[in-house]
Structure formats: C-alpha cells, structure tokens
T-cell receptor, first 114, second 108 residues
Framework: ETGVTQTPRHLVMGMTNKKSLKCEQHLGHNAMYWYKQSAKKPLELMFVYSLEERVENNSVPSRFSPECPNSSHLFLHLHTLQPEDSALYLC?????????????FGPGTRLLVL | AQRVTQPEKLLSVFKGAPVELKCNYSYSGSPELFWYVQYSRQRLQLLLRHISRESIKGFTADLNKGETSFHLKKPFAQEEDSAMYYCALLSGGFKTIFGAGTRLFVKA
C-alpha cells in the first residue's frame, strides 16, 4: 500500500487498558507527526519526529507515549486514558520540516475511551 | 499568541456562485500559510500553499499581511468542491497550527 497507513482504523478501549496506534509511511519521508482531532476543536499537533528524534512535544499528557523506531514507522502508546481522549488520531509525514514541507496524512484511527 | 481563525463553520453557496473561505492568522514572524482540504470519505490533503502562488482546482489564496488574512477564493463553485477546508500556519520548524475548519456546501 502506498502513502500513509494507520492501524487500527477504529479502537474502543477502557480506561485501564493499554493499546498502541501504528502509523507507517511508504513515501521515503524523514518526518512523522501525530495529531488529535476532536469533535469541537481544531486539529492539534501532539508530537513530531524528524529522523527518528522527537522535535516537538506539544504539552501532551504522559498517558500518550510516542515511539519512532525508524523513519517509516511511528507508534502512539496509550495507557490509562480518559473519556475526553476519545478522538480521531491522525498520522502524517513530510519529507522534512520547515518552509513549505507538505504533510501527507493517513486515514486516522478513531478512538473511543469508555 | 500564534493562532489561525476561520470564522465560518459552515458556508453554503449555489453552484456557479463565487466562494470565499475566510482565514485570519496571528503570528509575529513571516507567515507560511496553507490550505488543506478533506473531501467526504477521503483523507486530509494539501490544496495549496501561499508561497507557490498557484491555482489548484480553480482556487486561489492571497496572503494579505496588512489584514493578516489568507482567504481562499474561487470564482465559480462546483458541487465537487463541497468539503471541509482548513487553513494552516507553519509556526517555525515542524509545528503547524490548524484553524477549526469551514465546511463548504455547494448546492445544485
């Protein structure tokens, strides 16, 4: 599959569960991003990795833990989430950062926390 | 504070009518601005970026630093333009700030 893929597409979890979201990009890009899209808020940047190093951490609670083992894969580990964490989580990638770097988005994982 | 404001949540126009989706930004430096679009059942994708001064699918956007605006315009709307549109500001490095989005509905 080409572009940016995300698994699972849908996830329901309890507040005590531990789960992980996976993102994979097949574009040869060097930067990867996690965004949160809630129903009533703008798209919020959570984390950015460039060349497998975290370069942005947007005051995200520690119950969200990112991992970038290589430039093609990005994970978001979830534990002890709250119902307000229910949202669409989008992954994106870009060739680099800075000026005019187009981001390519995945389809998202829709998360419901019960 | 760095911010992107899209004042309209919903914009409804008739096919063939002009359309303008408003975007205002707050940023102390030299802004890099984008419009992203999400069609129904598709993923978010780049529509255009200001520095390219391009026209994509008939849409254009001009950066007005005096008014701190980057409005998206099209002279004649088509039904296939119905989508969610997001204005975005590159806030240095890798950080992109998105507006809340405007849903455009083009009526036949």
């Amino acid at each position: 599959e080409t572009g940016v893929t995300q698994t699972p597409r849908h996830l329901v979890m309890g507040m005590t569960n531990k789960k992980s979201l996976k993102c994979e990009q097949h574009l040869g890009h060097n930067a990867m991003y996690w965004y949160k899209q809630s129903a009533k808020k703008p798209l919020e940047l959570m984390f950015v990795y460039s060349l497998e190093e975290r370069v942005e951490n947007n005051s995200v609670p520690s119950r969200f833990s990112p991992e970038c083992p290589n430039s093609s894969h990005l994970f978001l580990h979830l534990h002890t989430l709250q119902p307000e964490d229910s949202a669409l989580y989008l992954c994106a990638s870009s060739q680099g950062g800075g000026t005019q770097e187009t981001q390519y988005f995945g389809p998202g994982t829709r998360l419901l926390v019960l | 504070a760095q911010r992107v404001t899209q004042p309209e949540k919903l914009l409804s126009v008739f096919k063939g009518a002009p359309v303008e989706l408003k975007c205002n930004y707050s940023y102390s430096g030299s802004p890099e601005l984008f419009w992203y679009v999400q069609y129904s059942r598709q993923r978010l994708q780049l529509l255009l970026r200001h520095i390219s001064r391009e026209s994509i699918k008939g849409f254009t956007a001009d950066l007005n630093k005096g008014e701190t605006s980057f409005h998206l315009k099209k002279p004649f709307a088509q039904e296939e333009d119905s989508a969610m549109y997001y204005c975005a500001l590159l806030s240095g490095g890798f950080k992109t700030i998105f507006g809340a989005g405007t849903r455009l509905f083009v009526k036949a």
